[in-house]
């Protein structure tokens, strides 16, 4: 069963605005930690932004902030002020642990985001 | 310094032969994983090593194997190429729980021709 679920293939956004990509997770472990990667067409895996199971408060880097909402298991990541070079594929990814994989992260299928002129 | 430095960033390759991704990582991390990113983007884990200890994704073949000379490197050979294993690979190292984060290498795109 797919662990980490985001619903949203594609979402476009014009540039300053806000935008929310969402993430829902399942997991039976109590202690987990939910993580947000930006891929932009050149390849590589860019690190945004982490939240851990016990964190009080949900985490913010920058533009980037993440709302954890515990109860419903969701993970979505808001960009605040988009800018052009924001278009990118997101993946949410969980690492729970460490169970069968060892503490590998586990990525949703990702949410290709276009931020728009 | 590159923190996951792999190599080679593109290899194009026939069927039926066998080839090996370096992967390197200078964090002082001690867990160290590859991925494959098929053509849809769908990151899936295939190896964890941490310690020695090896963790595999059970629905990996058998053509590929993880090879660990130190901590810090962890190298993929893959035997008997075949036409799906085109895809980007990707190295990835973290310090256990990996509350600091994961660092992910910059891709090695397999093809086979």
């Known amino acids: 069963a797919q662990k980490i679920t985001q619903t949203q293939p594609g979402m476009f956004v014009q540039e300053k605005e806000a935008v929310t990509l969402d993430c829902t997770y399942d997991t039976s472990d109590p202690s987990y930690g939910l993580f947000w990667y930006k891929q932009p067409s050149s390849g590589e895996m860019i690190f945004l932004i982490y939240?851990?199971?016990?964190?009080?408060q949900n985490a913010t880097e920058g533009r980037y902030s993440l709302n954890f909402q515990k109860a419903r298991k969701s993970a979505n990541l808001v960009i605040s002020a988009s800018q052009l070079g924001d278009s990118a594929m997101y993946f949410c990814?969980?690492?729970?642990?460490?169970?069968?994989?060892?503490?590998?992260?586990?990525f949703g299928k990702g949410t290709s985001l276009l931020v728009t002129p | 310094d590159t923190a996951v430095s792999q190599t080679p960033k593109y290899l194009v390759t026939q069927m039926g032969n066998d080839k090996s991704i370096k992967c390197e990582q200078n964090l002082g991390h001690d867990t160290m994983y590859w991925y494959k990113q098929d053509s849809k983007k769908f990151l899936k884990i295939m190896f964890s090593?941490?310690?020695?200890?090896?963790?595999i994704n059970e629905t990996v073949p058998n053509r590929f194997s993880p090879k660990s000379p130190d901590k810090a490197h962890l190298n993929l050979h893959i035997n008997s190429l075949e036409l799906g294993d085109s895809a980007v690979y990707f190295c990835?190292?973290?310090?256990?729980?990996?509350?600091?984060?994961?660092?992910f290498g910059s891709g090695t795109r397999l093809t086979v021709v």
């Open positions: 939240q851990g199971s016990y964190d009080q």
């Open positions: 090593y941490n310690n020695k200890e090896l963790i």
């Open positions: 990835a190292s973290s310090q256990r729980q990996g509350a600091s984060g994961y660092t």
């Open positions: 990814a969980m690492r729970e642990g460490p169970g069968n994989s060892g503490y590998a992260l586990n």
